[in-house]
């Protein structure tokens, strides 16, 4: 497994803690770690580390879930998916779901998951292209997601993406997040990720850097991943923090939503 891959336990943990304590619910992932103990040695356990990658987590259901309210026909497709449960977090069903990721962590999750015939597990890196045949299409929209991914990938290979989606699918929504330059180079002295040796390769701070209007990549929105909510539901010293947190340092750290080719009318 790469230590990119490796990182993968990190929210995963995070999740379990935050669904044992109530900030939402993921029993999912409390049952891996509980019978998996041994795979999270490495992880970070920091409560507040938990909590935010808990934040940034209801903020892709909450979009995938509204997305495909709107869509019901939509496929979507779920870019280093690791453990998570997002596929079953997310009540709404879509037409198609596929969760990809690199071959050997698929091999791990299909110890916790069954695929069915609108649920594929697909092993491949995000950037083999070949995995764009793999997927089932006839004009329907496309929802890609992309959880703490795109740090890991280059400008140039989520350029390239971008616009293979409007070329392959042609109308897609894609939601993904990234660190500022300032927050990638604090990185490098304190991040969860330095305990697996995975790098930081790509930071953003311009949010329409993948426009492209003549070939149909526009950005939508920006959202924080820290929201008044989800404040809402903490107590003590951690809704203080993160009150704190959201004032001082919101832009440090974001999601990004595009959409590509006829998603631009979305």
Request: glycine fraction near 4%.
């Amino acid at each position: 497994m790469t230590n990119e891959s490796k990182t993968l336990f990190i929210p995963l943990y995070g999740k379990a803690l935050m669904s044992k304590e109530g900030l939402w619910q993921d029993k999912t992932a409390e049952k891996i770690v509980a019978e998996k103990e041994d795979l999270f040695t490495k992880a970070d356990k920091s409560k507040r580390l938990a909590v935010y990658m808990t934040m940034r987590a209801m903020q892709y259901d909450s979009y995938a879930e509204n997305f495909i309210k709107d869509n019901p026909d939509a496929i979507v497709i779920h870019f280093g998916c690791g453990l998570d449960s997002r596929i079953s977090r997310v009540t709404a069903k879509a037409n198609h779901w596929y969760d990809l990721d690199f071959p050997d962590v698929i091999a791990l999750r299909k110890s916790f998951y069954s695929e069915t015939d609108s649920y594929t597990m697909i092993g491949s890196s995000v950037t083999d292209f070949l995995w764009f045949d793999q997927i089932q299409h006839n004009n329907e929209p496309v929802l890609i997601i992309a959880e703490g991914l795109t740090m890991y990938l280059t400008e140039d290979d989520i350029r390239t993406l971008t616009e293979l989606f409007a070329k392959k699918f042609g109308d897609v929504t894609f939601v993904f997040d990234a660190y500022s330059s300032f927050a990638a180079k604090a990185s490098k002295i304190k991040n969860p990720i330095n305990s697996v040796n995975a790098k930081i390769s790509f930071s953003m701070d311009d949010e329409k850097l993948f426009e492209n209007k003549e070939k149909g990549i526009l950005h939508k929105e920006t959202r924080y991943i820290i929201l008044d909510e989800y404040i809402s539901k903490l107590r003590g010293v951690y809704k203080t923090r993160f009150m704190f947190m959201k004032k001082f340092g919101s832009k440090m750290y974001r999601i990004y939503i595009y959409t590509c080719g006829k998603g631009t009318d979305r």
